[in-house]
Each structure stands twice: as structure tokens, then as C-alpha cells.
């Protein structure tokens, strides 16, 4: 057991509106990309994406809007989940099911945007990929910088911190040019006022700033989203246990030992440190390996993720050493009592998951532990359980059955536990 104090719950900056108030104007900033969303994704009876030529025409004929409308609010649509896109097809993402009633998935959703404000704004021509990238990066101490002044910037003052921060970036990659040189992909000096007003645009035209003469304001979106983005550093750096900068499964083997708030807490902080995206899939490729302890864990932690996970969740119900997981998972997401929630599972799945939680507790727990787990399991009686145990065809159903047998008081039953597993070993009945 481990004690520590919990964080308390950071506040936003003084003035910050309430969430439901910036979720009113993320639904601004995206209403259009809302709008060609269910037009493509619900009107259009999913077929194809409004991009295409022909359907941008009728997209636009039916919502009102230009052509040139239409494609760059699909591209908002797309990169704030809004639509996900299967091939030729346009199917509603479940930030669209949640827009109009979960403030939440809104704000996630025009973060995510503002996250890809590079990729919604065209680039300016005959600019190096390389000086584009250089400004992307530095973006965020740019915005940083807006946040911190809490009210209007001069552009001259973004315009120094821009050329300070690619230098920094040129040597952390050692490419200070030598005397006489140029490296290919940096901007001349001259070059980096175009860049800023190109990135200060695209800022502003997802709605993180506004422009005025001269100078750059943060909108409160903005502020809270860059407050935000401050506040998970701040977590990472406070990773309890040290596990931020390990892999899915070394950090979940670290979890194992914590009781369920500071491995909540580690959870938190190493999710943090990295893009959703990209830890969904950690967690879930650690779920499908062998070890059953890494498998609730990992979906232990996709329940501090949230929303986010749902998609990839509702996918593993199509894997049998999954399903029983997501199941449970998806019926926690939709509001059940996780008490409740195992109501869900046919006896089939629940003996699968009896099998794999004992498998885990065979693995990593006490015998006492194993024994006690038979009072878990929906069958009535122990041969009920066996016969159950027997058809559900679990890959460690043998290695489970001997431990159990082994570890059990009771002579009789532990006779009929090792018989059911010579059974299953042997493939009688």
C-alpha cells in the first residue's frame, strides 16, 4: 500500500469563461465543418466524402456555401474528428454523435484542430518545407509568450521570439552554418516576417487569436487551450513513478503495484506526454499480448482517456481476447454502474474474462488470491464453472485450472479442478 497527497484540481487563469461558454465558441469556429459533416456523413448516407469534385458541388448547393467553403471546412471536419474516413466512405466521428450535448468532446475537438492549424492554412509559395517546420515548432512558445502577456503583443516582439527560437532549433540539430555557408532548409532572415503573418492567419483563423494593427491577442480559447497545454507538462513532470518516459508496458508493470489512485495519477501523466492517437494504440497492442495483469491495466488506463478511446475500443470488440474488456469499457463510457456493467457480457464472455482475471492472479498474485476468485464466477457451482471453463476455449484455461488446483484446500475439488485440466490438455470430455 502507498499513501500520497493528491493534486489538487488546477484552476484556469482568473477571467477564463466557464467551459460551457468556450465550448459556444469552439461550436462557432467549427459550425461549418458541422454542418458538412452530417451533410456527408448523415444526407449523403455516408457514401463519399465532399471533397470529391462533384459532391463539393452539390455540398455546396445544398448548405449554402462556396466550393472553396465546402473543402476547407471538410478539412476542419476531418482533423477535429468530426467525420473519420474509411476508405472511399465518410462516416460520422463520435465527436458529431456528442456535439450538441458533451461541452467535452466539443473542446477536444477544437483543440485538435488547433493542433493541425498548419495543415488547414495554405503554405506560402517558394518556402523551404524545412523553414515552414521550423515555425510550426516554435509556435508553441510563440502562443506561450501571448498567454503569459494576458492582452495584446506587438508582432516586432513575436517577430524576435520567432528568430531566437529557430536559432535554438538550428543547434540543437548542429545546424549553425559555417562561415560562407547556408544550410538549404533555413529561412533567410528576411524571410520569417512572411512566416509569422502566415502562422499568426492561421491562428487566427481557427479562433486562437485575433489580429489587430501591429500586434496579436489570444482569444479566451485560446488562452484556456494554451493553459491547458501548459498544465499537462506540468502533470507530466509530476509523474509519480517515474514510468513517464517508459513504454505501454513498462509503465503499466510499474502501475501494477500502485493502488488505483496514483496509478490513475501515472496513468494521467504519461498520457499526457504523448499525442491520444498514438497511446491508444500503445495501450491497446499491450492488451493483445499474452500477459492477462497488462491487459485489465491497459484498459484500466483507457479509462482515464476517455472519449478519445472510443472508436479504437468499439474496434477490439471484433477480437475475442479483447471483447470482454471493451465491453465493459463501452458500457462504463455509456453511463452504466460499474457495478452494473458485467451485466453486459453473455456467460460465454464472462467465463472468458473469469478465466483471463484468474490467469493474471495465477501469474502475478497470492494462491489465497486464485481461491478466492472462484467465488467471482457467474456459474453456481464449481462443476457448472468447470464445464464452462472447459468449452470457452481460453489459450491459458490448462495452466489456470492446475494453479487453481494446486492452490486449493479442499481435496475433492481440487481433484475435479486438476481433472477438468487434464481434460482440456488431453482434448476429452
Given amino acids: 500500500m502507498t499513501t500520497r497527497r493528491t493534486r489538487p484540481a488546477p484552476r484556469p487563469p482568473e477571467g477564463t469563461p466557464p467551459r460551457a461558454e468556450l465550448a459556444g465558441q469552439a461550436r462557432a469556429v467549427l459550425a461549418d465543418a458541422v454542418r458538412i459533416a452530417r451533410w456527408a456523413a448523415v444526407d449523403r448516407n455516408t457514401e463519399t466524402a465532399p471533397a470529391d469534385v462533384g459532391d463539393g458541388q452539390r455540398a455546396a448547393a445544398a448548405l449554402d456555401l462556396t466550393p472553396a467553403q465546402v473543402r476547407a471546412g471538410w478539412d476542419r471536419a476531418r482533423l477535429a474528428g468530426l467525420v473519420e474516413l474509411h476508405g472511399g466512405t465518410a462516416r460520422p466521428g463520435w465527436r458529431l454523435h456528442a456535439w450538441d450535448r458533451d461541452d467535452s468532446a466539443v473542446l477536444r475537438g477544437w483543440v485538435a484542430l488547433l493542433d493541425a492549424w498548419s495543415l488547414v492554412h495554405p503554405v506560402p509559395e517558394a518556402v523551404a518545407p524545412g523553414a515552414v517546420a521550423e515555425v510550426v ?217 473469469w478465466v483471463d482475471t484468474a490467469a493474471a492472479v495465477a501469474d502475478h498474485g497470492e494462491s489465497t488470491l486464485l481461491v478466492r476468485h472462484l467465488d467471482s464466477a457467474v456459474q453456481g457451482t464449481v462443476p457448472a464453472l468447470l464445464d464452462a471453463v472447459r468449452a470457452v476455449g481460453h489459450p491459458r484455461t490448462v495452466q489456470v485450472l492446475v494453479a487453481l488446483a494446486a492452490a486449493h484446500p479442499d481435496p475433492a475439488l481440487a481433484k475435479a479442478v486438476r481433472r477438468a485440466a487434464f481434460q482440456v490438455h488431453t482434448g476429452g470430455s
Avoid at 181 to 199: F, H, M, N, R, Y
Avoid at 201 to 213: D, S
Avoid at 246 to 262: F, I, K, V
Fill in 137 to 353: 515548432e516554435a509556435v508553441p512558445q510563440i502562443l506561450s509568450l501571448l498567454q503569459l502577456s494576458a492582452g495584446p503583443v506587438p508582432v516586432p516582439t513575436l517577430l524576435d521570439l520567432l528568430g531566437q527560437r529557430v536559432e535554438e532549433l538550428r543547434e540543437e540539430r548542429c545546424e549553425v552554418p559555417a562561415p560562407g555557408t547556408a544550410v538549404e532548409t533555413a529561412p533567410a532572415a528576411e524571410g520569417l516576417p512572411a512566416l509569422l503573418d502566415w502562422a499568426l492567419e492561421g491562428l487566427a483563423a481557427v479562433g486562437a487569436l485575433t489580429l489587430g494593427t501591429g500586434q496579436a491577442t489570444l482569444t479566451p480559447l485560446g488562452n484556456w487551450a494554451v493553459w491547458v497545454k501548459l498544465e499537462q507538462i506540468c502533470v507530466a513532470a509530476q509523474s509519480p513513478a517515474g514510468n513517464i518516459e517508459q513504454s505501454a508496458e513498462d509503465m503499466l508493470r510499474g502501475c501494477a503495484r500502485l493502488t488505483p489512485g496514483p496509478a490513475r495519477d501515472e496513468y494521467r501523466a504519461w498520457l499526457a506526454a504523448r499525442t491520444l492517437a498514438g497511446a491508444v494504440g500503445e495501450l491497446l497492442a499491450v492488451a493483445r499480448g499474452e500477459d492477462a495483469l497488462l491487459r485489465g491495466l491497459a484498459f484500466e488506463a483507457l479509462r482515464v482517456v476517455g472519449a478519445p478511446a472510443e472508436p479504437e475500443v468499439r474496434a477490439a470488440l471484433a477480437e475475442p481476447s479483447l471483447r470482454p474488456y471493451a465491453l465493459l469499457w463501452l458500457a462504463e463510457y455509456e453511463g452504466a454502474d460499474p457495478d452494473d456493467a458485467p451485466e453486459v457480457l453473455t456467460r460465454e464472455e464472462a467465463t472468458w474474462l
